[in-house]
């Protein structure tokens, strides 16, 4: 029995030491059999996940409610003020919105949204996945923003008033889409579509847009009214036909793309639509609001297009309650407006003699005023940004490339008249066909002569392109607004790599050109123009926070050249009117001619350290004739006289500050021909007088005083012309010489 348990117990004992050591009958699995295993367990998450998902999803879908657009539709409005944040310079147009049931919308605009917005409309689920996966997407990495692609997408995401772009906002977007599909009929989503669009002038709703653009009832409203209306929807902003001849003009375009489409898809007549097509309908004036009178509603557009190019959308910037804060300041906009309307010549009204004004501060770009020209009531056209042809105040870019390039302020250039261009071409003249022989760059500058600038144009390595590259970094937009726009407006229309370039016949606005030369002021650091400082939400949230970023354009040096020459300008050159501020003064006169050589533009910009102003002359269209229209067409005149004026107000109570002297920079010239003129001569010495010979007494003889050490000053002759010659302000003339290739328009580099 002893034995038996022993035995037991040493059986048992021999059990549990076997049982801790690895069994010997199991064998490492196959890969088969982990793939399978693998694959088990990723179907049993995937089936959790799901079941997650689908959980999450009819939660959401319990949870999220189709809102009112009626009630959603209560916003708070934008206000704007001055630089200091408490002076209201306005607020947005309260928003316009009369719902009317689908029966009272016209058929042509029911029918014509769907033929070019979305043709699929009454057969389709009503959202587009792909559409909504791929504007996520775009949206998520930064790209531009992707808007819905249905129509009931589109009517989801103006009830969401909520801008914001975010995975979870895509979410409750998809959601909402769905539900709309599933409890709405299609034309319950239709009607509530045309009932909450906007159309742009604060217009919410096809009722709202018919008043707001045809001064009638939806409808009332004909084809033509009706298609011009869908084509206006696609892009409020930029198709208002009252914005001028161009935005028309892309309307026009949007607008026979409606006509189109509706008559593919058989919802108009093919006869109606070519009667239809050849133009748009007549918009009759509309009455504005009264908070936009004056220069108010050139502002408060200015501030809106701002915004929206932030990435702002209309609903924010009409209903968002946004507390936007600007960089103009009180004292400039009254000194633009009053200086301009001091010095118009009596009896030319704004409606066709457009004055335009802008001021910037040199070192951060802040418009700090503007005179846009004609009350907003009258015309929404804002030649402060408009602009028109720079002529001569263009040359300062063109000497800044020059230097640069290796010439220095005492090398010579051909000033006579006229000047043969190589290779054939229309001659360059100087203003009266005068001649001035060999020149440096101080005296072309003063005297503003165009033939020495075309000289100086040809005589750098691909100079235009040189040029416009200098243009560029200093300020002035290309011809095509760059990948990472900047200006006030972001282009300059016909800023062309031409021979002559420098004469200014492309499109500058006034804003733009002050900016140029706030750079020259600022030692040549410069910085983009801007107008908006801050934008805080309803919430108190900043969405927005300016932050002054500059960079060197041209060397200090070379700026403080140029200015030198600026400053000679109005020393004793073309600009003498502004020795009237009693500063320290650079600047150029301008004018230029168009097409037919007729003058079209006159200026005057010029700057001290603390601020730099543009004005600028234009008639009617823009391009018109000022010569024997008004009484004195030159830049040295009006434009120069107005530039006093605006700067003795806005300078009123500020220290008077210095310019800086030439800094005579030293270079190599890139081409022969360019030798500085030798000095003067030394003056003769005077003859001493004999005694009277009735004295008896001689007196002695005085020794001649020695002459005077050579000078390196070039003489410089009588700046004032001749009766007979007008002042030497330069107009620009066609050129229709060689074309050398076209500049970088594309970015900002800096100017060699």
């Given amino acids: 029995m002893v034995q038996g348990k022993?035995?037991?117990?040493?059986?048992?004992?021999?059990?549990?030491?076997?049982?801790?050591?690895?069994?010997?009958?199991?064998?490492?699995?196959?890969?088969?059999?982990?793939?399978?295993?693998?694959?088990?367990?990723?179907?049993?998450?995937?089936?959790?996940?799901?079941?997650?998902?689908?959980?999450?999803?009819?939660?959401?879908?319990?949870?999220?409610?189709?809102?009112?657009?009626?009630?959603?539709?209560?916003?708070?409005?934008?206000?704007?003020?001055?630089?200091?944040?408490?002076?209201?310079?306005?607020?947005?147009?309260?928003?316009?919105?009369?719902?009317?049931?689908?029966?009272?919308?016209?058929?042509?605009?029911?029918?014509?949204?769907?033929?070019?917005?979305?043709?699929?409309?009454?057969?389709?689920?009503?959202?587009?996945?792909?559409?909504?996966?791929?504007?996520?997407?775009?949206?998520?990495?930064?790209?531009t923003t992707r808007g819905a692609s249905t129509i009931t997408q589109q009517y989801v995401k103006i009830l969401y008033l909520t801008q914001e772009r975010t995975w979870k906002r895509k979410i409750k977007e998809a959601i909402l889409s769905l539900k709309v599909k599933n409890q709405l009929s299609k034309q319950d989503v239709l009607e509530g579509y045309l009932n909450t669009i906007y159309f742009g002038r604060g217009a919410y709703g096809i009722q709202a847009a018919a008043k707001a653009y045809f001064a009638k009832d939806a409808a009332d409203l004909?084809?033509?009214?009706?298609?011009?209306?869908?084509?206006?929807?696609?892009?409020?902003?930029?198709?208002?036909?009252?914005?001028?001849?161009?935005?028309?003009?892309?309307?026009?375009?949007?607008?026979?793309?409606?006509?189109?489409?509706?008559?593919?898809?058989?919802?108009?007549?093919?006869?109606?639509?070519?009667?239809?097509?050849?133009?748009?309908?007549?918009?009759?004036?509309?009455?504005?609001?009264?908070?936009?009178?004056?220069?108010?509603?050139?502002?408060?557009?200015?501030?809106?297009?701002?915004?929206?190019r932030m990435g702002f959308s209309?609903?924010?910037?009409?209903?968002?309650?946004?507390?936007?804060?600007?960089?103009?300041?009180?004292?400039?906009?009254?000194?633009?407006?009053?200086?301009?309307?001091?010095?118009?010549?009596?009896?030319?009204?704004?409606?066709?003699?457009?004055?335009?004004?802008?001021?910037?501060?040199?070192?951060?770009?802040?418009?700090?005023?503007?005179?846009?020209?004609?009350?907003?009531?009258?015309?929404?056209?804002?030649?402060?940004?408009?602009?028109?042809?720079?002529?001569?105040?263009?040359?300062?870019?063109?000497?800044?490339?020059?230097?640069?390039?290796?010439?220095?302020?005492?090398?010579?250039?051909?000033?006579?008249?006229?000047?043969?261009?190589?290779?054939?071409?229309?001659?360059?003249?100087?203003?009266?066909?005068?001649?001035?022989?060999?020149?440096?760059?101080?005296?072309?500058?003063?005297?503003s002569i165009n033939t020495a600038y075309i000289d100086l144009t040809l005589a750098m390595p691909d100079g235009p392109t040189q040029i416009i590259e200098t243009a560029n970094a200093m300020g002035i937009p290309p011809e095509k607004a760059a990948p990472k726009p900047y200006g006030i407006p972001t282009s300059s229309p016909g800023l062309q790599a031409n021979t002559g370039v420098s004469l200014g016949s492309q499109t500058v606005s006034p804003i733009n050109m002050a900016n140029g030369y706030a750079t020259i002021a600022n030692r040549g650091v410069a910085a983009d123009a801007y107008i908006i400082e801050k934008v805080v939400d309803r919430d108190g949230v900043v969405r927005f926070n300016h932050e002054v970023t500059t960079h060197e354009a041209i060397r200090e040096g070379v700026a403080d050249d140029v200015g030198y020459?600026?400053?000679?300008?109005?020393?004793?050159?073309s600009g003498t009117?502004?020795?009237?501020?009693?500063?320290?003064?650079?600047?150029?006169t301008g004018t230029a001619t168009n097409g037919l050589g007729e003058v079209s533009s006159a200026w005057f910009v010029g700057y001290t350290p603390q601020l730099s102003t543009a004005v600028m002359y234009v008639r009617g269209k823009g391009n018109e004739q000022l010569k024997d229209w008004l009484p004195s067409y030159f830049g040295g005149a009006y434009p120069a006289d107005t530039w006093t004026a605006v700067m003795t107000r806005a300078l009123d109570g500020e220290d008077v500050e210095d310019l800086p002297s030439a800094a005579w920079v030293e270079g190599e010239a890139p081409s022969d021909g360019h030798d500085k003129l030798p000095p003067p001569p030394p003056p003769k010495p005077k003859q001493t007088k004999k005694p009277k010979k009735e004295k008896k007494e001689e007196l002695p003889t005085q020794e001649p005083p020695p002459p005077p050490p050579p000078t390196t000053e070039i003489p410089v002759p009588p700046t004032t012309p001749p009766p007979s010659t007008p002042p030497p302000t330069p107009t620009t003339q066609p050129t229709g010489g060689p074309t050398l290739q076209p500049g970088q328009g594309g970015g900002r580099p800096r100017a060699r």
């Fill in 222 to 308: 004909n084809l033509k009214q009706s298609a011009a209306l869908v084509a206006i929807l696609n892009n409020p902003n930029g198709l208002d036909p009252q914005d001028g001849d161009a935005t028309a003009q892309r309307l026009l375009g949007r607008y026979q793309y409606v006509l189109d489409s509706m008559e593919e898809t058989g919802v108009a007549p093919a006869g109606e639509v070519s009667q239809a097509r050849a133009a748009l309908p007549k918009f009759p004036e509309i009455k504005q609001s009264e908070q936009y009178g004056g220069q108010r509603g050139h502002a408060l557009t200015m501030v809106r297009k701002e915004l929206l």
């Fill in 314 to 447: 209309e609903q924010e910037i009409d209903g968002g309650g946004l507390q936007v804060t600007t960089t103009f300041t009180k004292k400039a906009m009254s000194a633009a407006a009053q200086g301009a309307a001091e010095q118009r010549p009596e009896g030319f009204s704004p409606k066709d003699l457009h004055v335009a004004v802008a001021s910037v501060e040199p070192g951060t770009g802040a418009v700090r005023g503007f005179y846009g020209g004609q009350d907003y009531l009258q015309s929404q056209i804002n030649w402060a940004v408009a602009g028109g042809q720079a002529g001569s105040t263009f040359k300062p870019f063109a000497l800044a490339a020059g230097i640069e390039s290796g010439f220095e302020l005492k090398d010579t250039f051909d000033g006579n008249s006229p000047y043969d261009l190589p290779g054939g071409g229309r001659p360059i003249e100087n203003q009266g066909d005068r001649s001035y022989g060999r020149v440096d760059l101080i005296r072309a500058t003063e005297d």
């Fill in 6 to 143: 022993r035995k037991s117990a040493a059986s048992s004992a021999g059990s549990k030491g076997r049982s801790k050591s690895r069994p010997k009958d199991r064998t490492p699995r196959t890969w088969k059999q982990r793939l399978k295993r693998f694959t088990i367990w990723g179907l049993v998450a995937c089936v959790v996940m799901a079941l997650l998902g689908a959980a999450g999803f009819f939660v959401a879908y319990r949870s999220i409610d189709i809102p009112d657009p009626n009630a959603e539709f209560l916003t708070e409005t934008t206000q704007v003020y001055y630089s200091d944040g408490k002076g209201q310079l306005g607020q947005f147009a309260v928003q316009r919105r009369d719902s009317i049931d689908y029966d009272e919308m016209p058929q042509f605009v029911k029918d014509g949204v769907v033929a070019a917005e979305n043709r699929t409309f009454w057969t389709d689920n009503g959202i587009d996945p792909k559409g909504i996966l791929s504007a996520a997407f775009s949206n998520a990495q930064g790209n």
């Fill in 565 to 573: 020459a600026l400053q000679q300008v109005v020393r004793s050159g």
């Fill in 577 to 588: 009117a502004a020795l009237g501020l009693r500063r320290p003064v650079g600047g150029k």
